[in-house]
């Protein structure tokens, strides 16, 4: 278990949408370099928390600090630089299919301002990283969705992001290509990453070394270290 300085606080952070709450007085830290399990019943909040975080959704009360920017106060001439420290894994994040693979993956990393001979370079290593080296010239609707899934995970990870959100990122996936994705997120947390993964399987969760997160109806209900 880490216990350096948090990298995310969460101070009793509430999330509304509309007469629902979807997340209650949530409050928490969570350590640079940990690996998290977010668990808990479909309609919990998992993939709730995950997206506020990165702002994806602001809070509807609470606060949240992220490597020590306030997120309720932060300008928005940071919000790029805030989002560029996270890789988002989630199911809704389509690839644009008139893209190629490469293409795919390249655009992020011109937004963040890299150049061309690192993109390339980048880019082949993610795929490797997946398995997929020989699909970067392909369309993504010409992939089946497993391979899609994975195209997304190289995606989310090609930035070197310090911390990696994943939305049941093995969902889609068949045993050996949920085994790789795992593998593949172990490996970056063993570099450095924090890595949190919302999901319900059970199986997932139990053969991984890990604190974990629970959410029962919006509440954090228990925290538990899974070994
Ligand atoms: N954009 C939204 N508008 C209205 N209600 C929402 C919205 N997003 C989430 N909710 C509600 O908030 C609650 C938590 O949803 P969330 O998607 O975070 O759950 P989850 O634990 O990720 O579930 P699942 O495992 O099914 O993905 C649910 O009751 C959901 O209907």
Do not use: C, W
Not at 7 to 12: D, L, P, S
Not at 28 to 44: N, R, Y
Not at 143 to 162: F, V, Y
Not at 201 to 206: E, G, Y
Request: charged share 25%; net charge neutral.
């Amino acid at each position: 278990m880490e216990s350096k300085a948090p990298i995310i606080r969460v101070f009793h952070v509430y999330k509304r949408y509309g007469a629902q709450t979807a997340l209650g007085d949530i409050t928490l830290d969570i350590g640079q370099g940990e690996f998290i399990f977010v668990t808990g019943a479909s309609g919990a909040g998992k993939t709730t928390l995950l997206k506020l975080l990165y702002l994806g959704e602001p809070v509807s009360e609470g606060h949240i600090l992220v490597d020590g920017m306030n997120l309720s106060r932060i300008r928005k001439d940071r919000i790029p630089f805030l989002r560029r420290l996270f890789g988002v894994i989630f199911q809704d994040y389509n690839l644009i299919p008139n893209r190629t693979v490469f293409e795919n993956i390249s655009l992020v990393l011109e937004v963040a301002g890299h150049r061309p001979a690192l993109i390339t370079k980048k880019v082949a290593s993610v795929l490797r990283a997946v398995g997929l080296e020989d699909r970067m010239h392909a369309y993504p609707p010409s992939l089946s969705g497993g391979e899609q899934q994975k195209i997304t995970i190289a995606r989310a990870i090609a930035g070197d992001p310090k911390i990696i959100l994943a939305d049941e990122p093995t969902g889609s996936l068949d045993e050996e290509s949920a085994e790789d994705i795992m593998n593949l997120l172990r490996t970056l947390h063993h570099r450095g990453a924090t890595v949190l993964i919302a999901t319900h399987d059970r199986d997932l969760v139990r053969g991984t070394p890990a604190r974990r997160i629970h959410l029962s109806r919006g509440r954090l209900e228990q925290e538990a270290v899974e070994s």
